[in-house]
């Protein structure tokens, strides 16, 4: 494509289009059924915009120069075709993938074939009651099986499953990650986060990992004190769903009790999408990130340019993810909005800031996993046991977690929420999301860009684990 032929308004509809199209093909991959499956492998996600999405049109727009005015517009779709083109070369191994992770054990006995298919269909709609002490048949299902087990021992059971159902899924993922190095090499980038962030995203991970070790390591001792089971790292996983905090929640965890909670902030409310399974007060605290994302998402005027109002790498969305998430954990959301005494909102505080601590270190370990071009069984035995105190089982180093290009810029959100929330409070005291003026100033701010370069503050790891430790210590 000359570069004199690029016509930014024009790029961006046929943008608009192919991420459409590949959102599509990414939800009936989620869905992992046998029929939409089928669709994704006959879907051409790229039919009338493949120049969306390849290195022609990267380097065309890179080295345009338009005015000062569209720059943002132009760096913004940039970034669209660098994770396009990396979805279109990648595309085969992605279906792979997903062909892989809901692939029914080769080993199953071909009289329990049909009974398998038809627990993985009913399970892909949602876990039935009675299937949660149904033996996984998927890497996929075993890995769900780890959070839904009824006690622990069911729970170590799935995680040994998984283990022995890695192996064909990790070799698709570890062909995926040299695919997306390869690429990036090939277009001139130094890493494939180089248009995600400037920040060495590994040594970030690394910083943020360290300065939250003593604390976590501690809170990891005193559960495992009193586990009256083996350990294991699915003890871990368990205990991070903070089940115990199961005080003022709603029977059902929908779209409308996350709109009332929040109401103050956003009146019209925000569409988080599917819920998450309620498998524990967690799962509110995720589904509240969901509803901030979401927000910040569909604050963009709709006049503004695709390039400019979403971006592959939405930092400010996901920071307004994790700064409405805290609210959940905070004791005067306990009191004011799940009416608790105070004695049990402090209870539940703690148990839910300790949920904040732990995934707060599982984004570290992913971006840092992400950042890799290869990951050694050291490394690997490392994190699992230093997140979970027990290595996760070997078979798995390539399996998990599930890539994702956005695990830098989760890890780049969660370094500036520390201090964004401090500016919140500084501006309309702690109980901030229960103030009207707080929705409009967050308003305002959602108006803006999806996409900001904004530079990590300088401490943001140590500051990070020192609040934890306030919280917790």
Known sequence: MPREA?????FD???????GRLEQL???LTAGTAESLDRARSFDVFDGVRHTATMASF???QELEPSILDVPLRDGLLRWIYELLQARV??????????AVHALDPQLHPSHVA???RVAAARAAGPAPDDQKAQAHTYGDALASIVRAPDPSRAAAALDRAGNLASPVGAVRKGRRERRFEAAHRLG???PFALATSIDVGAAARALLDA???LALELLGEWRKKADFPWRASSAIELGLARDARDGWPSRLTQRWLDEAFKALAPRGADAGRMPEPLGAASFVRAAASWGSAWRTAGAPRSMPFGLARDPYPTPSFRFGFAVAHVVAEPSFQKHVLELPSRLASGQTRMLRTTMLHHARLIAARALLASEDHVSSTTFEELGTRLFAAPLPEAMRDAWPEPRPTDASRLVALLGTHAFLGDLVGRFDDDWFRNPRAGKHLTSLACGPAFDADPVPEGAAAAIARAFEAALG
């Open 26 to 28: 990414r939800g009936w």
């Open 115 to 117: 009974e398998a298919k």
């Open 13 to 19: 509809r046929d943008v608009r289009r192919a991420v």
């Open 212 to 214: 939250t070790e003593p």
């Open 6 to 10: 690029i016509d930014l308004l024009s």
């Open 189 to 191: 980038l130094a890493h």
């Open 59 to 61: 380097k065309s727009l």
């Open 90 to 99: 990648g595309l085969d191994l992605t279906l792979a993938d997903a062909e």
